[in-house]
C-alpha cells in the first residue's frame, strides 16, 4: 500500500493524484519524486559524490565485500524473498549485487537525490525508482524485505527512519542495515561523507528494538583491516587535506589483500561467528508477524 505523504491517507499508485488531498508526484529526471524539496540539495550527503562512486565503488574491495556480505544475509535469513525496497541506494550498486542473487524478485531503488537515480536506473534497468525522504517512506506493509546500507548514519532522525522502515515491511519481513561504527573512528572521511555519527553496537541495537524489530543477526565486519583503518583515520582527521578519491583508489595489491582479508572474515560470519570489532556492522532484523 502506499500513503500519501501530503495526508496519509491511501494513495494508488505511486504516479497517481491523492484522492484526499490532490497531491501528485512530480515527476524528476524520469521517476517520481515523494520529497521533491529535496531531490536537488540536502544535509545528508554531497551530491556531486555519485559519479566517482559510479565509476570507483565495484573494483573497491570493502564496496565488493559489502556487496556479498548483503547478499549472503539475503539467501540465509530470506530465502523466499519476492520483493525488495532499498532506501539510499546510491549509484544502484547494492541494488545490483542484490538483481544478481535473486533474479526474480520486485526491485525498488530510493533515493533522497535525484542525481544518483541516473546512476541506478542505468546499473539496475530491471528495477523501478523513486526519489523520496527516508524519513517519510510511503509505503506500508508493501515489501518483503527492505534494507538501507550506510545511510542511516546521515540522518539525525535515524529512530524515524527505522520506524518508517518497519511500517513499509510486510510482517514477517526482514530489515537489513550497515553502519559504520566505533565513535573513536571519527575522521575527515565521516565529516566529507556528512554522517551524524558513527554507531556502537548497544546504540544501534536499542534503536531497532525500539522501531519495533527483532534483531536476528547482528556482526561487525571489515574487522581484519581494522588496525590499519584506525591508523588511516589518525592520520586524516583534517578535512581540509582529505581527498576522497583516495580512499577508492587503493593501489591493486593491497585491494586484493584486503579483499581476501574480508573473504576469511565473511567465512567465519557464514560458519555462524558474529565478530565483535570491525569498522562497520551488519543488522539483519525481522518484524514480528503478529
Partial sequence: MIRCPGCSQPHGSQLDSCPHCGFSPRIIADHPAWAP????????????????????????????ARNALVAWALRRYFPDMGSFLEIGCGTGFVLAGVAEAFPEARLVGSEVYSAGLRFAAERVPGASFVQMDARRIPYEDEFDVIGAFDVIEHI????????NMRGAVRRGGGVLITVPQHPSLWSASDEYARHVRRYTARELHGKVARAGLEILRSTSFVALPLPAMMLSRLAHRDITRFDPIAELTVPAPVNAAL??????EHGAIRAGLSLPFGGSRLVVARRSSA
Fill in 156 to 163: 539525525a532522525e535515524d529512530e524515524a527512519v527505522l520506524a
Fill in 37 to 64: 524539496e529535496e531531490a536537488f540539495s540536502s544535509e545528508g550527503f554531497e551530491a556531486g559524490y555519485f559519479a566517482d562512486l559510479a565509476r570507483l565503488e565495484a573494483g573497491n574491495f570493502w564496496f565488493r
Fill in 259 to 264: 579483499e581476501a582479508a574480508l573473504r576469511l
